[in-house]
């Protein structure tokens, strides 16, 4: 086995080691970046459903207040304010999901489906739970969820969702009687559920990481290629010439020239030495 071959077989095993190690690390690091780009637009979501629940509780619902005696409008729900925000998002978005599942709800298509029920459970179990974030499959692919619990924490809810006979009686035309009541204080009665799609900052993250592997493999190929050369030129050539010259000179043709090496590294040293024996089995 020659030397060259020796070297690239080496280069090549270290390239190995060091490329599964580096892309290992790197495949983690560019997951974990994605997952946290994915949860910070989950957070922000959840923080703009947030607000736009304070904006109509706090700035909507006064103004209307005469109005609701008369006629009840659901503008004035929070929970009703802040999905229809979120739906004007989804136009744009589908992918994207707010929802304030909720296990007694007043409207029907605020009801938890089995997996968000499942959420809803666990809050419930779990009182000092304020947030729960997971992954889960969806039609359009892999979706990231940040959850948080809806508590019944102003008694001033219990107006509407309390006992039926409290209720306003605009409320109870609009959305009946069946649905929405006997909520207690303190008790989890759903959750704010947002989903966001994993899919396009995971594939971003691959496109990253095979554009790294190459570009490492590139740079690679391109210094075992350099070593190769330098390989030749400085020890490969100078030892092939050095041989012939000992060989001959084995064989008995004295007549050999010296081998003309200048510098001072251990080739030139090797060549002075092979001349310095030449001569002397000449003598």
Same mark, same amino acid.
């Given at each position: ?11 090549? =095993? ?15 690091? =560019? ?32 103004? =209307? ?26 136009? !744009? ?30 809050? !419930? ?31 001033? $809810?219990?107006? $509407? ?123």
């Amino acid at each position: 086995m020659g030397l060259r071959l020796k070297f690239n077989l080496a280069m090549l =095993l270290t390239f190995l080691v060091g490329i599964t190690v580096t892309g290992f690390i790197s495949f983690k690091m =560019l997951q974990n970046n994605a997952r946290e780009e994915v949860l910070q637009q989950a957070s922000l979501m959840m923080e703009s459903a947030l607000s736009i629940r304070y904006y109509t509780v706090n700035e909507i619902r006064p103004l =209307l207040t005469e109005q609701l005696k008369e006629n009840f409008l659901p503008q004035t729900v929070p929970a009703y304010a802040a999905t229809r925000n979120i739906e004007q998002l989804r136009l !744009r978005y589908p992918e994207y999901s707010y929802k304030e599942a909720t296990l007694n709800p007043t409207n029907p298509s605020s009801r938890a489906t089995d997996w968000e029920t499942s959420i809803v459970e666990h809050f !419930r179990n779990n009182s000092n739970s304020t947030e729960l974030i997971g992954e889960h499959n969806t039609a359009t692919g892999r979706s990231l969820y940040l959850a948080r619990p809806i508590q019944i924490k102003n008694e001033k $809810c219990l107006v $509407c969702h309390g006992k039926i006979e409290d209720a306003p009686e605009t409320m109870l035309a609009r959305y009946g009687r069946s649905n929405g009541f006997g909520w207690k204080v303190n008790e989890v009665v759903g959750a704010q559920i947002v989903n966001i799609p994993m899919s396009l900052p995971l594939e971003r993250a691959m496109t990253t990481f095979k554009a790294f592997i190459l570009s490492i493999s590139g740079v690679f190929i391109a210094i075992i290629l350099i070593l190769n050369y330098l390989l030749h030129a400085i020890v490969i050539k100078p030892v092939i010439n050095m041989s012939n010259i000992a060989e001959d000179v084995s064989m008995g043709n004295f007549a050999a020239p010296d081998y003309a090496q200048t510098g001072k590294d251990e080739i030139s040293r090797l060549a002075m030495s092979l001349n310095r024996m030449r001569r002397s089995l000449v003598s």
